[in-house]
């Protein structure tokens, strides 16, 4: 591959890159059933599909079974501390895919990464946050008339494509991948319990059971980490600003409370509200000394990282993904992951068998706008419910789960409404 065709950080790296994406793979056995039927088909010859999405060993299963389906792939990491600089290696030596992405890229390489995969003028756009479709209603606005249309895989980037879309900025077409059942329910809320924890775990080793443990949201990521959390053995506790979701939260069993109350009482915080300044500095000088504090939503905005920076006596790194920092009263507050997804910057992120279906749904999503190109107006859509279905039902066959079918009298019932109390 030429010199300009990828940043990665170490193409020696490829060995080991490609040994876990074969393990990552062996997990993936519903993007698998996909990637053997685009190959027969070759779907989407012929096409360029530039991705921005985290740069882990999922995610270059999904880049493999789009290349298998007869597109030419360009990747770069949605994240400047999610890649996997292994994966990254592996992709462009092993699989000849043009990677853009290196683990602690500065923000400028991080939109020159971006930048390299939109030179390659794609057809379709796949994002993790929303970042190249910002960038074509932006900076490269020439290259939308090219475009079939786009993906978004997360939450945080599909309220912005609304807003975009609300606001008549949006001019192209995107699969809300995130809002098919088959992801939302199983990635945000499994897939992010378990990394979330798994990450806390990992950059400082501490115990949760019989820690205080203050959940900020209670959405589906939420959800999931305070589920594990509380399996663990912590004392969870949710914040929300939406009474629903607290009413929920609390009958789940959880103690609710306000943010500024459970400040003082959290030995670990975990904000994934996919909002900004949720964990303020006045929220952070509430703090007990020794507080843990992380973010799980998309952006580094959720805990108010430039505000601690200012004010901070000294900070110092004490592990990988945990910096100390001292304020100005001799408190110690502990910050993970740099205040970014501490899933991805600490640990690797959602399981293999989770993003089985999110990327499945991308690799479907894929093929819509492809079968669809020229129909869809520029609007955010859901993929059908058969698909949805679909991936649904692969999904148990491979655990091996079979289920029951609605007798012929049971689906007329349904749909009839003759018949009432006996
Ligand atoms: N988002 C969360 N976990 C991920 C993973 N393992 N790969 C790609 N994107 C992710």
Redo the contacts with the bound molecule.
């Keep these: 591959m030429r010199k300009k065709d990828f940043d990665v950080k170490d193409l020696s790296l490829a060995t080991e890159g490609k040994l876990k994406i074969g393990w990552a793979g062996r997990q993936m056995p519903v993007l698998r059933s996909i990637k053997d039927r685009f190959a027969k088909e070759k779907t989407l010859k012929g096409l360029t599909i530039g991705a921005c999405?985290?740069i882990?060993s999922?995610?270059a299963n999904l880049l493999i079974t789009l290349k298998a389906g007869g597109a030419k792939v360009v990747a770069s990491a949605s994240n400047p501390l999610s890649t996997q600089d292994n994966v990254a290696a592996s992709l462009v030596r092993d699989y000849k895919i043009p990677t853009y992405a290196i683990k602690g890229e500065d923000s400028k390489t991080y939109y020159s990464h971006l930048n390299n995969v939109l030179d390659y003028n794609p057809q379709i756009t796949m994002d993790?946050g929303a970042d190249l479709v910002n960038l074509l209603h932006t900076k490269r606005k020439n290259l939308i008339k090219n475009i079939i249309g786009s993906s978004e895989e997360t939450t945080t980037g599909v309220i912005r494509l609304k807003a975009m879309e609300k606001d008549g900025a949006l001019k192209l077409p995107v699969i809300a991948v995130n809002d098919s059942d088959t992801k939302h329910l199983f990635d945000n809320r499994y897939?992010t319990g378990q990394?979330t924890v798994d990450g806390i775990i990992r950059a400082t080793n501490v115990l949760l059971a019989g820690k205080n443990f203050v959940v900020a949201g209670y959405g589906w990521c939420s959800r999931g980490i305070a589920m594990r959390a509380n399996g663990m053995g912590a004392n969870v506790v949710i914040t929300e600003i939406n009474p629903v979701r607290a009413l929920e939260a609390a009958m789940d069993g959880y103690r609710v409370m306000r943010i500024n109350d459970a400040a003082k009482i959290g030995d670990i915080f975990v904000s994934a509200t996919g909002d900004k300044h949720v964990i303020s500095l006045e929220i952070i000088k509430l703090m007990k000394d020794g507080a843990v504090v992380a973010n799980s939503g998309h952006f580094d905005v959720e805990i108010d990282m430039a505000g601690l920076e200012k004010i901070k006596k000294s900070k110092r790194r004490i592990r990988p993904s945990l910096d100390e920092y001292v304020l100005k009263n001799g408190k110690k507050i502990y910050i993970l992951g740099e205040g970014r997804l501490v899933?991805?910057a600490a640990a690797?992120?959602?399981p293999a068998e989770v993003?089985d279906m999110s990327f499945a749904n991308q690799a479907l999503a894929a093929e819509y706008l492809v079968k669809n190109k020229g129909k869809l107006s520029p609007k955010v859509y859901v993929l059908p419910k058969e698909i949805d279905d679909k991936i649904a039902m692969l999904k148990l066959t491979s655990m091996g789960i079979s289920i029951d079918k609605l007798t012929k009298e049971q689906s007329k019932y349904l749909s009839s409404w003759q018949e009432g109390t006996k």
Excluded: I, V
């Design positions: 999405l985290h882990t999922e995610t993790d897939g990394s899933n991805l690797e992120g959602h993003m």
